[in-house]
């Protein structure tokens, strides 16, 4: 089955310092993408940055980049230069390409907060 | 702004009522999924659709029912509603070619926030 693990539940970064939140993943699909969104205190979903499982590269967006370990299954999110816009859920997504079409699952998530 | 649509924003009813929840997706997205997002259970995907038809199930109740229209707008309907059917439920629209793997994300409505009494 497939699963997502985050273990920190929730975090504290000062501001303009790099953080890194942990995600593991579990599957058997051959292929699979791995995803982070951010939910505020407002509630809405924001999508952050994408990883295939084949990629070369690990994916960057901007302050965001993803440090991806096929061998570990892992997926951390690391944010350079903590802003206090930051401060938000962080959930880590997975989605396979065999058993689950576009079905995506979510991981716990982790309650991240910038401290000024 | 996402460009998913999602009414209403807020919802609060009674124990035993039924309600519809509407999605209209991104334009040019065919797949609508449905979330429901609650304290305990975090985020559960309830059921998706592509094109108008069911594509893919999760831990949705026999109480809930789904369906896309063949504009693309989903509605997701609760019935018998009880107290832990409180819950803030999205919907989230992709393009939803299964086939095209990469980069397929999902993008989220602003939620619908149900309330049962």
């Known amino acids: 089955a497939q699963k997502i693990t985050q273990t920190q539940p929730g975090m504290f970064v000062q501001e303009k310092e790099a953080v890194t939140l942990d995600c593991t993943y579990d599957t058997s699909d051959p292929s699979y993408g791995l995803f982070w969104y951010k939910q505020p205190s407002s509630g809405e979903m924001i999508f952050l940055i994408y990883q295939g499982s084949y990629d070369q590269q690990n994916a960057t967006e901007g302050r965001y980049s993803l440090n991806f370990q096929k061998a570990r299954k892992s997926a951390n999110l690391v944010i350079s230069a903590s802003q206090l816009g930051d401060s938000a859920m962080y959930f880590c997504?997975?989605?396979?390409?065999?058993?689950?079409?576009?079905?995506?699952?979510f991981g716990p998530g982790t309650s991240l907060s910038v401290i000024p | 702004d996402s460009g998913v649509t999602q009414t209403p924003k807020h919802l609060i009813t009674a124990t035993g009522q039924r309600v519809t929840l509407r999605c209209s997706p991104r334009s040019g997205d065919l797949s609508v999924y449905w979330y429901q997002q609650s304290l305990d259970q975090g985020l559960q995907f309830l059921i998706q659709y592509y094109n108008g038809e069911e594509r893919a199930k999760g831990n949705i109740l026999e109480r809930f029912s789904a369906q896309q229209f063949p504009d693309l707008h989903s509605e997701l309907n609760l019935s018998s509603l009880e107290l832990g059917d409180s819950a803030l439920y999205f919907c989230?629209?992709?393009?939803?070619?299964?086939?095209?793997?990469?980069?397929?994300?999902?993008?989220f409505g602003p939620g619908t926030r149900l309330t049962v009494l």
């Open positions: 989230a629209s992709s393009v939803g070619n299964y086939l095209a793997m990469e980069n397929n994300e999902q993008f």
């Open positions: 997504a997975m989605r396979g390409a065999r058993t689950s079409y576009d079905k995506v699952i």
